[in-house]
């Protein structure tokens, strides 16, 4: 029942984002909705979405706490793995902003580095999604 109510919720903030945002960017927001309640079954506990640096030179989708981490999470959405896993789309300048930010806000919550982790979560759309998360999918040089 409650997964029930959870697509209907989704259907109607889909159809919300469609009317002031591109197909493109309202399927990706649909794909951060999914990775959220993934990871919140998961036990990670969602602290904030969608952080950005006050010069728009990074954002990270999702950070939240798995135990004593601090996690910042990359969603990456495909229609399809036709060509490839979501995650392929992670260049080094994608990663090297997504640093940046989450440096930023560890700084900010006095979080130490060693406390710090780095995660993808892809989403296929289809009947239902696929998720899958890739816990540590790359390390940070700071």
């Not at 469609?18 to 993934?38: C, N, S, V, Y």
């Not at 990670?44 to 910042?72: H, K, M, P, Q, S």
Request: proline share 5%.
């Amino acid at each position: 029942m409650l997964g029930l109510l959870y697509r209907f919720a989704d259907s109607l903030r889909q159809h919300g984002r469609k009317q002031h945002m591109t197909p493109e960017h309202a399927l990706g927001r649909r794909g951060e909705d999914i990775a959220h309640r993934f990871l919140q079954r998961a036990g990670i506990v969602i602290v904030a979405r969608n952080y950005r640096l006050n010069t728009g030179a990074g954002e990270i989708d999702l950070v939240g706490w798995d135990r004593d981490n601090l996690v910042f999470i990359e969603v990456k959405s495909r229609q399809s793995e036709e060509f490839g896993s979501p995650d392929r789309a992670i260049g080094p300048e994608k990663r090297w902003r997504i640093i940046r930010a989450a440096h930023e806000f560890a700084r900010h919550a006095e979080v130490p580095c060693s406390k710090v982790r780095f995660d993808v979560v892809n989403v296929v759309f289809g009947v239902p999604p696929s998720v899958t998360h890739l816990r540590d999918a790359f390390r940070t040089p700071f």
